[in-house]
């Protein structure tokens, strides 16, 4: 100790990570979880640092390291910007670990919220929809039965439970719907979509087609089974991704 060195066992300095660190870690699990999709830009500088409430150039430092583990590439030009590459590197592991694993018991919490609301939604829909609000409703379906590419199944999906929620005609409960998505999807409103998995696809569609027809019939205690139900699937695509890191033997 008297020539500087610490003792076996001896608590060393704190290291508290930066706010850079802490956005580069949850920009690398919202594209695990499928936030964001390989192939898609990621929201500007101006507009994720309005999502995470930090600097741009906190913003610019975080994507820089993303681009640093191969997530993402940077391209010039009028469509320039940051682009996903790939969902997952060695380094997204321990991101996931260190972004979801503390937030997980509040994160069970909101999943239990979320589907009650949505359950909530489904059956006012099923009491309040209008022609127009089962044109836009099919329309989303017929979308996301006819989608070629998962981000054609996102958007789509976005549409399909968007339009229930108009339905039920409340703006209080819309906010409501759209704040739950943004704190599940870690500050990004945009649906967490896993990725490419043929089964939870039509598990997926059968239930958007059977709570459709259960608004369209003006069964709102069914439609609100079918919706509670339904987005569990979103706390499955999360828990698989932590189960992933938690096993991934890359990265510390």
Same mark, same amino acid.
Not at 78 to 104: D, H, I, K, N, Q
Not at 187 to 216: C, K, S, T, W
């Given at each position: 100790?008297?020539?500087?060195?610490?003792?076996?066992?001896?608590?060393?300095?704190?290291?508290?990570?930066?706010? #850079?660190?802490?956005?580069?870690?949850?920009?690398?699990?919202?594209? &695990?979880?499928?936030?964001?999709?390989?192939?898609?830009?990621?929201?500007?500088?101006?507009?994720? #640092?309005?999502?995470?409430?930090?600097?741009?150039?906190?913003?610019?430092?975080?994507?820089?390291?993303?681009?640093?583990?191969?997530?993402?590439?940077?391209?010039?030009?009028?469509?320039?910007?940051?682009?996903?590459?790939?969902?997952?590197?060695?380094?997204?592991?321990?991101?996931?670990?260190?972004?979801?694993?503390?937030?997980?018991?509040?994160?069970?919490?909101? %999943?239990?919220?979320?589907?009650?609301?949505?359950?909530?939604?489904?059956? *006012? *829909?099923?009491? $309040? $929809?209008?022609?127009?609000? =089962?044109?836009?409703?099919?329309?989303?379906?017929?979308?996301?039965?006819?989608?070629?590419?998962?981000?054609?199944?996102?958007?789509?999906?976005?549409? %399909?439970? #968007?339009?229930?929620?108009? *339905?039920?005609?409340?703006?209080?409960?819309?906010? =409501?719907?759209?704040? =739950?998505?943004?704190?599940?999807?870690?500050?990004?409103?945009?649906?967490?979509?896993?990725?490419?998995?043929?089964?939870?696809?039509?598990?997926?569609?059968?239930?958007?087609?059977?709570?459709?027809?259960?608004?369209?019939?003006?069964?709102?205690? $069914? &439609?609100?089974?079918?919706?509670?139900?339904? %987005?569990?699937?979103?706390?499955?695509?999360?828990?698989?991704?932590?189960?992933?890191?938690?096993?991934?033997?890359?990265?510390?």
């Amino acid at each position: 100790m008297l020539d500087g060195d610490r003792p076996p066992g001896a608590l060393g300095p704190v290291r508290v990570p930066s706010v #850079a660190t802490e956005v580069a870690d949850r920009l690398m699990t919202a594209i &695990a979880i499928g936030d964001y999709l390989p192939g898609e830009r990621l929201p500007g500088e101006r507009e994720l #640092a309005a999502l995470l409430d930090v600097s741009r150039a906190t913003i610019r430092e975080a994507i820089g390291r993303l681009q640093a583990v191969g997530i993402v590439e940077i391209r010039r030009g009028r469509t320039g910007g940051a682009y996903v590459r790939t969902s997952w590197t060695e380094a997204t592991a321990p991101a996931v670990r260190r972004v979801l694993a503390p937030r997980w018991p509040e994160l069970e919490q909101l %999943f239990d919220l979320r589907g009650l609301v949505e359950g909530m939604a489904a059956r *006012a *829909a099923a009491q $309040r $929809r209008t022609d127009e609000h =089962l044109d836009a409703m099919g329309r989303a379906l017929d979308a996301y039965a006819g989608a070629a590419t998962l981000a054609e199944e996102q958007t789509a999906d976005g549409a %399909f439970h #968007a339009a229930v929620v108009a *339905a039920a005609g409340n703006p209080q409960l819309d906010a =409501l719907s759209r704040d =739950l998505l943004t704190r599940v999807s870690l500050g990004f409103p945009v649906e967490p979509y896993g990725e490419d998995d043929p089964q939870a696809y039509r598990q997926a569609l059968g239930e958007h087609r059977a709570m459709y027809e259960a608004i369209r019939d003006g069964d709102a205690e $069914r &439609a609100g089974s079918i919706a509670e139900r339904h %987005f569990t699937l979103t706390a499955d695509v999360m828990r698989a991704m932590l189960e992933r890191s938690l096993s991934d033997p890359r990265g510390t």
